[in-house]
């Protein structure tokens, strides 16, 4: 087993075109057009991964996707990518190569170099991913208005649909499996959404339920949802029925899917939608309003239903 800066430097080696910047005491972020922002995730084997459901690899890539994903609501461009990470003594060097070569394919997809990070030992795997980006305009949760529509990316709920499979002791289906190893941060969609007059932004890493009311309570608004139009993924319509509950509650109370939910000026209609499909590659759902007041209000065939967001704490 190699010691600490011998482990550095295969890491440099393997990421090689990928990292810029390593070995100096701090990374130096190139100046990019508007304001720099900056977020962290943590990734912690037993919490947020298994590696009797996904590789080392996998696991790289999906903290590095996670943290790059709370820079697309923002609207930034990606600029550089931090990595601490926590080794088992039992790890092997190529295990550690193989974790952070995931990492190094998320920053190349994104767009970003790995510029740096930190190492030490522990009883499992963790990643703590710091990601900078700029943004011409950064978007927060803070600006939804009363008369805005509220507007979702993609499909929600294949991720969940992996993890109650796992549960289960069965292999999720492909989609459903993809979805939660190999997450995709909308970055591109991000930027096209700040561009066309988002005024709050979050992504669904706590799920839909949960992250609307994160929504709802940074910009002192009330939001209006109608589950019926959430856009449910084919992967969780089984894991749906397994559970006795409609596909759009299963989707809308999952977590990490990544997607955005955005709040647009109510002049943004269904007519704006297929713009977005053409120039981002996934759909744009409108699903709900703000409103004046507080909470969130969610109906189902017409019936209130209250949603459960993911709580780390609960």
């Known amino acids: 087993m190699s010691g600490e800066f011998e482990r550095i430097a295969q890491i440099v080696e393997a990421l090689g075109h990928r990292a810029r910047g390593i070995g100096s005491d701090c990374a130096i972020v190139e100046p990019g057009e508007g304001r720099l922002v900056a977020s962290t995730d943590t990734s912690v084997e037993g919490v947020h991964f298994r590696l009797d459901w996904i590789a080392l690899r996998e696991a790289g890539w999906r903290a590095a996707a996670g943290?790059?994903?709370?820079?697309?609501?923002?609207?930034?461009?990606?600029?550089?990518?931090?990595?601490?990470?926590?080794?088992?003594?039992?790890?092997?060097?190529?295990?550690?190569?193989?974790?952070?070569?995931?990492?190094?394919?998320?920053?190349?997809?994104?767009?970003?170099?790995?510029?740096?990070?930190?190492?030490?030992?522990?009883?499992?795997?963790?990643?703590?991913?710091?990601?900078f980006g700029w943004a011409p305009r950064p978007v927060t949760r803070t600006g939804a208005r009363p008369g805005d529509g509220l507007w979702v990316t993609g499909a929600l709920g294949a991720s969940r649909a992996a993890l109650e499979a796992w549960r289960r002791g069965e292999q999720p289906v492909a989609e459903a499996r993809a979805a939660?190893?190999?997450?995709?941060?909308?970055?591109?969609?991000?930027?096209?959404?700040a561009a066309v007059g988002a005024r709050a932004m979050i992504d669904l890493s706590d799920g839909l339920g949960g992250d609307a009311a994160h929504l709802a309570r940074a910009s002192e608004v009330g939001i209006d949802m109608e589950l019926d139009a959430v856009p449910a993924a084919a992967a969780?319509?089984?894991?749906?029925?397994?559970?006795?509950?409609?596909?759009?509650?299963?989707?809308?109370?999952?977590?990490?899917d990544y997607e955005l939910l955005a709040a647009l000026p109510g002049d943004f209609g269904e007519s704006d939608a297929p713009a977005f499909m053409r120039d981002c590659g996934i759909p744009l759902t409108r699903i709900g309003a703000v409103r004046q007041g507080s909470g969130v209000h969610a109906t189902l065939a017409g019936?209130?239903?209250?949603?459960?967001?993911?709580?780390?704490?609960?």
């Open 67 to 131: 943290a790059f994903s709370d820079l697309a609501p923002a609207g930034a461009m990606p600029a550089a990518l931090l990595a601490a990470v926590v080794v088992p003594a039992s790890a092997a060097d190529e295990d550690l190569v193989a974790l952070m070569a995931g990492v190094g394919d998320a920053a190349e997809a994104a767009g970003a170099p790995v510029s740096g990070g930190d190492l030490s030992s522990g009883p499992a795997w963790s990643l703590t991913i710091t990601v």
């Open 180 to 193: 939660f190893a190999h997450p995709v941060a909308r970055l591109d969609a991000g930027r096209r959404l």
């Open 236 to 256: 969780c319509i089984e894991e749906a029925r397994r559970l006795g509950i409609s596909p759009q509650q299963f989707a809308a109370e999952g977590g990490e």
């Open 303 to 314: 019936r209130p239903i209250a949603l459960v967001g993911f709580d780390h704490f609960r």
